[in-house]
């Protein structure tokens, strides 16, 4: 006796030092991290993408908000009552029941195999392990069929979600607006991508692991209380709603903490596309060194939130394996022991030992797999909080598309903010100004020329130009010029005056890196039109090669194998190649209006003369952007301007002073 309370002292002296570690280590740790977390504010350092708001942050935990999201969004997942997403959730369902079925019917069977084992009946041990074996089949098709029903409605919900957000970030021009006028967003490939893909697999994920616990203890209640009373199921029960709500409560930092790891990981990427596409400028500069510092600098950053989350989940781990597993299961033996342990309960007195156990084995594992289907519910709490907050990243991302789709948009004001003590001459507001389509014509009648972020550029802006009289338009860097043709396609809004333009087909923009999209040589000419639209339109092959023979880049087609050849026509086609690729591709659309912004920089003076001539002889109407002098010639009106907010719009005769180069 005396050996063994000191091996007893030993042990318990062994697992108390354990805990005692375990504790200090936990400390340190958390010593630790705060301490990081405190260098990280004394160093004052910034988020990457500085033009999304910090002041403002989404609630992310589960409220009645969370819930008004989650509903939102499953309106746009399963869109109607009768659809493939309803059957697939019907299914699950289904299977769910089944499955239960399945689990009650192998702890019935298998407490009869056991109790033929202990009695030495081969006989009923034969008959219930073929039955068994007869039914694993069954058993094995019932779960692949849940799996199957899970994997095609996450499928289906990324589909619909995925069209839904496409539908609105692509129309019209939402997509540039997003990157450039909002700053709300920073990434939204993030969030287009894997942020929508993580939201759709936890839904499903949530919905299974909370429907078959549920199924699971309506079950299980119903046998068990027939087998031992309604008290011990209560009592679960009440342990269940206690025990959740105290976890629910603890775990309110992770919805936060996962907004902010998907922005962390946002910028993350983003720096990573950055040096792709710009290496050839940073490799120029030889700034690997600095690209370098930039990339650790943003992985660090996400690195050390990671740690701190991993750290905050091993916290909550701790405790919610002691109260969702651990404790769940000893008020489970409390329960289930009541009528074995308390002698005078009629239900066992005159039960034999045989009896007696399998009794206990047929109730316990009952009340041992509700305790788990109450244990799954507590812990769904936590993959509910991750939840919310890919939720409310996902809701932001609809209500910035819904804005930026109906007009508004949020960006710091520049202006405002350096002039705020002074009286504004003009209400900085974005789409005050009024858009007339109207053909051949393109007139500014007192329009301010004024950025997304309320610098004003040009206070009243004035002229008109009608189509056969091609335009000139220089002055330095930073004067306007780009800004007028945002202003005339669209991109930017106006913030008061009148615009008379045709419409948005009728004008086309040929900058001056022309973009090359991903496809065919055709493809080049005819963007952003597709073969369908090119034979709608009665243009055939052979004056696509005319086009190019316009712009002298008939020697391609033979060079590159013909008009199916898919390359990588970024790499393929030099800068001078691809200025008259964008040039052919003008005189394939035929606008009405053309702007070019320096885009015959790459092109020798004769084939630059021999280009504008032939948009003169097609009648396509040029805006041009040079400091060529060789231009001038081309042109009949100018419009300069200064950069410190005049402008002068002159027809040019003899007597202009040509400037250039």
């Known amino acids: 006796m005396a050996a063994y309370s000191k091996y007893l002292t030993v042990r318990h002296s062994a697992i108390a030092g354990a805990t005692t570690a375990a504790a200090c280590a936990l400390l340190c740790l958390l010593n630790k991290r705060r301490a990081a977390a405190q260098h990280g504010k004394r160093s004052g350092k910034q988020s990457l993408q500085n033009n999304e708001k910090e002041g403002k942050k989404e609630r992310a935990m589960v409220d009645r908000v969370f819930i008004a999201r989650i509903c939102r969004i ?138 078959k616990p549920f199924l699971d203890i309506v079950l299980y209640i119903f046998k068990l209380t027939s087998a031992i009373g309604a008290q011990g199921p209560a009592s679960m029960m009440a342990y269940l709603i206690v025990s959740g709500f105290f976890l629910t409560r603890l775990r309110r930092p992770i919805g936060k903490m996962t907004i902010i790891e998907q922005k962390y990981e946002g910028e993350y990427r983003y720096v990573n596309s950055r040096l792709i596409t710009n290496s050839e400028e940073i490799a120029f500069y030889n700034g690997n060194l600095r690209e370098k510092q930039t990339i650790h600098r943003t992985f660090r950053k996400l690195v050390e939130h990671l740690h701190n989350f991993i750290l905050f989940r091993f916290s909550m781990g701790f405790i919610d394996t002691i109260i969702a597993k651990y404790l769940a299961t000893v008020v489970g033996y409390l329960v289930v022991s009541r009528p074995f342990l308390n002698l005078a309960d009629p239900r066992h007195q005159n039960s034999s030992h045989a009896e007696l156990l399998e009794d206990y084995y047929q109730s316990g594992r009952m009340l041992l797999r509700m305790s788990q289907a109450l244990g799954r519910i507590v812990l769904a709490g936590r993959e509910m909080t991750r939840l919310a907050g890919f939720t409310a990243r996902i809701t932001e991302l609809m209500q910035v598309l819904k804005d930026l789709n109906s007009g508004k948009y949020q960006r710091t ?233 005049n402008y002068e719009f002159k027809k040019i005769t003899e007597d202009t002073v040509e400037f250039g180069s």
């Open 74 to 211: 499953l309106k746009i997942m399963v869109p109607r009552p009768i659809c493939k997403e309803t059957g697939y959730l019907l299914l699950i369902a289904v299977m769910l029941v089944v499955r239960t079925y399945c689990d009650i019917w192998m702890i019935q069977n298998g407490t009869v195999i056991e109790s033929a084992i202990i009695g030495r009946s081969r006989k009923d041990f034969k008959k219930y392990l073929f039955n068994f074996i007869a039914a694993m089949p069954a058993i094995s098709l019932v779960n692949n069929f849940l799996k199957y029903g899970l994997n095609e409605l996450k499928l289906c919900f990324r589909v619909r979600l995925t069209r839904y957000l496409y539908e609105e970030y692509l129309k019209a021009y939402t997509y540039y607006k997003m990157g450039n006028l909002d700053n709300r967003i920073a990434n939204p490939d993030q969030l287009l991508t894997q942020d929508v893909e993580k939201f759709c697999n936890s839904v499903v994920d949530l919905y299974s692991n909370l429907s």
């Open 413 to 645: 004001m520049v202006s405002q903010e350096k002039d705020a003590d002074k009286k504004p001459t003009l209400p900085l507001i974005p789409g005050s100004g009024e858009i007339i389509n109207t053909d051949n014509l393109i007139k500014f009648d007192h329009v301010p020329l004024v950025t997304p972020n309320g610098d004003v550029l040009i206070q009243d802006l004035n002229f008109e130009v009608r189509s056969g009289a091609n335009v000139l338009i220089c002055g330095p860097n930073g004067c306007g010029k780009s800004s007028l043709f945002r202003v005339l396609g669209e991109l930017w809004p106006l913030f008061g005056g009148r615009l008379t333009k045709p419409v948005r087909g009728k004008l086309f923009y040929v900058p001056q890196r022309p973009y090359m999209t991903l496809g065919t040589l055709r493809d080049q000419v005819i963007y952003p039109d597709t073969l369908e639209d090119q034979r709608k339109k009665g243009i055939s092959d052979q004056v696509l090669k005319e086009y190019l023979d316009n712009v002298q880049l008939g020697q391609i087609l033979e060079r590159e194998g013909g008009w199916d050849s898919v390359q990588d026509w970024m790499d393929v086609l030099s800068g001078g190649e691809k200025q008259r690729m964008a040039m052919a591709r003008l005189f394939y659309h035929k606008p009405q209006f053309a702007i070019l912004d320096e885009c015959t920089s790459a092109v020798s003076v004769d084939v630059e003369g021999y280009i504008y001539s032939h948009c003169r002889k097609v009648g396509i109407t040029l805006f041009t952007v040079s400091h060529r002098k060789s231009l001038w010639k081309h042109h009949d009106f100018y419009l300069h301007m200064d950069g410190r907010g």
